[in-house]
């Protein structure tokens, strides 16, 4: 299990898993399935609700087909990609399956430009258009060299990634423990909750309070508090609370505590 330390804005490291090249690959070919299964499943639809106007073995460039044809079946296809990562945090329906998702160096979600920087050195889409035309074997040595260098980087990133600087990582790390173990509430009885809202956050969001907890009482510096006063003043600002609390501290340890009481 591959790990990696990553350093935010504010100078606060985060360690993550790196996901393994076996697991980026799986990802690589369900969304190629995925892809496939559009591009047969949108150009039998169009061909079926068109067939009297619309002949794909008779296809001319501009006119009002092949641009609906674009439109609605090559356009989408081929940013598959690039648009499913940014809109989605990082994550293409393969990866969402297998739990991995790119990340900035820094650990923050990937930009357009990282998207499509990422997709430009290896636009699978295309080569699947260009099947019969030659793609094919550009799909297999484009696939091979990626695997390639993927396999030999200490951080497990492609060409696409040392270009846009960015790794792809395990969107729910196996951990050794749960957030159960955090902290010791024997009895839900024995406290009673006091920010109901907390229970919008997932298991990760608890995680990344508690590494923050776990870093002030280990390294309090100015770097780390800062990052724990912008993290409590965005879970005051979700959870709508009329007054910010001004000791963070306390504020995120009963969150933690009441997210664990509320959802355990």
């Known amino acids: 299990m591959q790990k990696l330390k990553l350093k935010t804005d504010q100078n606060v490291p985060i360690e993550v898993e790196l996901a393994s090249i076996g697991q980026r690959l799986l990802a690589v070919f369900l969304d190629i399935a995925i892809l496939i299964a559009y591009l047969l499943v949108m150009s039998l639809v169009i061909m079926m609700i068109f067939s009297s106007q619309f002949n794909l073995l008779e296809y001319q460039f501009f006119d009002f087909w092949s641009i609906l044809f674009m439109l609605v079946v090559y356009i989408p296809f081929a940013l598959y990609t690039p648009l499913m990562e940014y809109f989605t945090k990082g994550q293409t329906i393969g990866k969402m399956a297998i739990g991995i998702r790119v990340s900035k160096i820094n650990g923050e979600n990937a930009t357009f430009r990282d998207c499509f920087t990422r997709w430009l050195f290896r636009p699978y889409e295309l080569y699947i258009l260009l099947l019969f035309n030659g793609g094919f074997f550009v799909f297999i040595a484009s696939f091979f060299f990626d695997t390639l260098i993927g396999a030999i980087s200490n951080k497990n990133q492609r060409i696409g990634d040392f270009m846009a600087n960015t790794v792809v990582i395990r969107q729910k790390p196996k951990q050794v423990y749960t957030i159960k173990q955090i902290l010791a509430i024997q009895n839900k009885k024995e406290y009673i909750p006091k920010y109901l809202g907390i229970t919008q956050y997932t298991d990760e969001d608890m995680m990344l309070v508690k590494h923050v907890l776990t870093r002030m009482k280990k390294h309090d510096n100015k770097a780390t508090r800062e990052v724990a006063i912008q993290l409590a ?30 959802t355990r």
């Open 233 to 262: 003043d965005k879970i005051a600002e979700d959870l709508k609370l009329e007054e910010i609390p001004t000791k963070k501290l306390q504020f995120l340890k009963t969150v933690l505590k009441d997210y664990i009481v509320l």
